[in-house]
Each structure stands twice: as structure tokens, then as C-alpha cells.
């Protein structure tokens, strides 16, 4: 762990857990609870939010035409969005291909 030049060991000691579980968060063995996210995030002065992925992005991370996308796709019936599907899959797959 080099963020602030701290090895695993210091994480483990300096949070009042054991070397092992520092270790597994690492390695992304297991899901932290709380009260662990709670206290790796006091140890490096930061929210215990700021160590959470969620999987839905935040609006505000979206562009203003995502956020136009999502507003009109929101109030549309399924019918009338499944021939839009296929374009969006496709988009999707060139990103994909692009990153790889």
C-alpha cells in the first residue's frame, strides 16, 4: 500500500485489525462490513462513502445528454423502447472492443 507510505501491517495495526483482513480487502476476497469501511476511512481522514463503489453511477457523474437520455428513456414504456435496445448494445460493444 503506498497511498501514504503505509504497508499492510501499518493499515492493520494503526485500525485495530488484523493483517489478514487488510490483506483480503485488498485482494477483494470478501466484502468489508461497515464498521471496517468505517474505520479504514478515519485512518486516512476520509468518508466512509468515498471507499464505496456502487454499481449505479451517480447522476451527477453523468453528462448532460446521459441525463437527457435517462430523463426520456425513464418515462417511455418498455415496447416502446425495445427497438432502441439492440443500437444501445451495439454502442456498447464498440466501446468494449475499443478498450480491449
Aim: neutral net charge; hydrophobic residues 40%.
Amino acid at each position: 500500500m503506498d497511498a501514504n507510505n503505509m504497508s499492510q501491517g501499518d493499515v492493520a495495526r494503526l485500525s485495530g485489525m488484523k493483517q489478514p483482513v487488510i490483506s483480503r480487502l485488498l485482494s477483494a476476497d470478501n466484502e468489508p462490513g461497515l464498521d471496517t469501511v468505517e474505520k479504514i476511512a478515519e485512518l486516512f481522514g476520509i468518508e466512509a462513502s468515498d471507499l464505496i463503489k456502487t454499481k449505479e453511477p451517480k447522476v451527477a457523474s453523468f453528462t448532460v445528454i446521459q441525463r437527457e437520455i435517462i430523463r426520456i428513456v425513464s418515462s417511455l414504456p418498455d415496447d416502446e423502447l425495445k427497438p432502441v435496445l439492440p443500437v444501445i448494445r451495439l454502442l456498447e460493444t464498440r466501446k468494449q472492443k475499443k478498450q480491449a
